[in-house]
């Protein structure tokens, strides 16, 4: 059936519609509806329910949270409970490591007002004040599309139809997606939003930054032996199993009853195609410092996300009309301090205070040009240009003298100066990538079942399902093109970066196939960023449909 032929959709018309219900987002809400409680203000998220597909470490800077909700240590059901008390930092060696001073690091890096919590709880209690103050909440649908007056200007979204088969025609059971209007959009979408990709490429809000720069995060959490936990302990290294010339780093935060998140981050601008972050993040848990802390303990979740990590010089234009980006799907992560939930939350706000300025004002499907001109002056701008030379000084230095470089920059730009300027990101990370021929395939060990793992018994912990019978979501625009580079020149990364498995060449007598298990998709969004054609693209599948994380 084509799109002429489908009934019409039904419309809501609302003063503001946010995509994503994720920090950025209701914090949006919630400021919206404290300025002016008559507003209609509606949020659409693609999870089963609010917080069902977020993932984060989570150390949070409460400092936004303290000008939305002031009395929020006073709330019970607050879950921010664990305030770091000992923050380490440390390099990593095969057989060992060493602990950095903390007078070495420059004061931004410190966590010592921080909290350890579930950023899944921290969205689902958010939702809960948000529908207090009268906020539509829809789980469950995934917005789709993006929708455009006559004067080109955005006038809300649409939500995908519901009960499409895998050949594309509609079943018994469908349903056609809700047209949601708004006088303003915002999209809080998170990192390579589908909708956000698209506003990006339309407006061509890119134009005047570096490019986008992503990193992969994996997390575990555990239940430990008591006798082991640490509450209120944050632990970040760098160093071993990556090589020198390899970004990324990992961290355990010991929280509440006996819990501790363990993650690994890897950044996607890696050369190596035979590098599998998966099994990376397994091999780091088996080193002397770490792996005496999962003795006889359990693991409870496992999850994946990509990450913003172009920081300051590759925010986007935020703005067009009708609309806006907000939190990390604008790229607001503070790579060094492994930090965005403030920065986000932190947009949300000054977002909704424009639009309520504008909408006192009359103004509707205008673009908020306050907003994106105030950013780099507001606490926003202020935490992430200290650190705007962190990540390519890394990049381009290694491990051991760009994170020198950087500490130093960052120690510079606490005094008020920088001897880097703003640095370049150079290219995006799909373009990183190197020849198979120059490499050799690296041999990982087989998990034990008891403090290493395989991936799909790890995807069976994040509770990840899609309805079977509906059109696979990772669109290949080239499937000859996977085969002649990303199979025969790249030797096929696809199925080690993907933390899933969702992605497979199958040896047949007729050749290598493609084959793409939706099934286990997590929506981590890595393979939108790292093949190396940009050949792949992931758009939403059924609403509902993915992870279904507790409390990550």
Not at 31 to 41: F, H, T
Request: aromatic letters at 10%.
């Amino acid at each position: 059936m084509s799109s002429e032929e489908l009934p019409p959709r039904e419309s809501m018309e609302f003063d503001v519609v946010i995509i994503g219900a994720g920090p950025s987002g209701l914090a949006a809400a919630i400021r919206l509806k404290q300025l002016n409680a008559e507003l209609s203000v509606v949020v659409v998220e693609k999870g089963s329910e609010v917080g069902a597909h977020i993932l984060s470490g989570a150390v949070i800077d409460p400092a936004s949270l303290d000008q939305l909700i002031p009395d929020w240590r006073e709330d019970a059901d607050c879950p921010l409970k664990t305030q770091v008390k000992d923050d380490q930092f440390f390099f990593m060696t095969k057989t060992g490591g060493f602990k950095l001073p903390g007078f070495l690091l420059p004061p931004l890096m410190h966590n010592d007002h921080c909290y350890i919590t579930s950023l899944g709880m921290v969205t689902r209690w958010l939702g809960a004040k948000a529908e207090a103050l009268g906020v539509e909440i829809y789980p469950g649908f995934a917005a789709a599309e993006t929708l455009y007056d006559e004067k080109g200007a955005v006038r809300g979204i649409a939500t995908g139809d519901m009960g499409v088969g895998r050949d594309g025609k509609p079943k018994d059971s469908f349903t056609r997606g809700m047209e949601l209007l708004g006088k303003y959009t915002l999209f809080a979408e998170g990192a390579r939003g589908s909708l956000t990709k698209q506003l990006i490429a339309k407006f061509a809000l890119d134009k005047d930054c570096e490019p986008g720069k992503f990193g992969i995060g994996l997390k575990e959490i555990w239940q430990i032996d008591p006798a082991k936990h640490k509450k209120g302990t944050v632990q970040h290294s760098f160093g071993w199993p990556l090589d020198n010339g390899t970004g990324g780093g990992s961290f355990l935060y010991h929280y509440d009853d006996n819990l501790v998140a363990v993650g690994f981050v890897l950044h996607l601008n890696y050369e190596n195609p035979y590098l599998y972050p998966f099994e990376e993040f397994q091999r780091f848990k088996t080193h002397p410092l770490i792996r005496d802390t999962f003795a006889g303990a359990k693991r409870l979740a496992y999850g994946s996300r990509a990450i913003t990590e172009g920081g300051y010089q590759s925010v986007p234009r935020l703005t067009f009309p009708g609309g806006a980006l907000i939190g990390c799907a604008a790229g607001f992560v503070n790579v060094p301090r492994i930090k965005g939930v403030h920065n986000a939350m932190a947009s949300g706000m000054q977002a909704a205070e424009h639009i309520s300025v504008a909408l006192q004002a009359g103004r509707a499907n205008d673009e908020l040009v306050d907003y994106e001109n105030g950013w780099r002056s507001s606490s926003i701008g202020k935490d992430l240009f200290p650190v705007r030379n962190a990540k390519p000084l890394w990049s381009k230095f290694g491990t051991l003298f760009g994170n020198a470089l950087g500490g130093f920059d960052m120690w510079c730009n606490t005094f008020g100066f920088s001897l880097f300027g703003t640095q370049s990101h150079a290219k995006p990370d799909r373009k990183t990538l190197k020849p198979a021929k120059d490499y050799q395939p690296i041999a990982y060990p087989k998990p034990d079942g008891k403090l290493t793992f395989d991936r799909l018994s790890s995807v069976f912990l994040s509770n990840t399902n899609h309805e079977e019978d509906q059109p696979i979501h990772l669109k290949v625009a080239d499937l000859e093109l996977q085969k002649t580079s990303e199979h025969d020149v790249f030797a096929g990364p696809s199925n080690r970066y993907c933390p899933a498995g969702v992605y497979e060449w199958v040896e047949e007598s007729t050749g290598p196939r493609f084959q793409i298990n939706a099934q286990n998709c997590v929506h981590c969004k890595t393979c939108d960023v790292k093949d190396p054609n940009g050949n792949i693209t992931w758009v939403p599948p059924e609403g509902g449909g993915g992870p279904n994380y507790e409390a990550m």
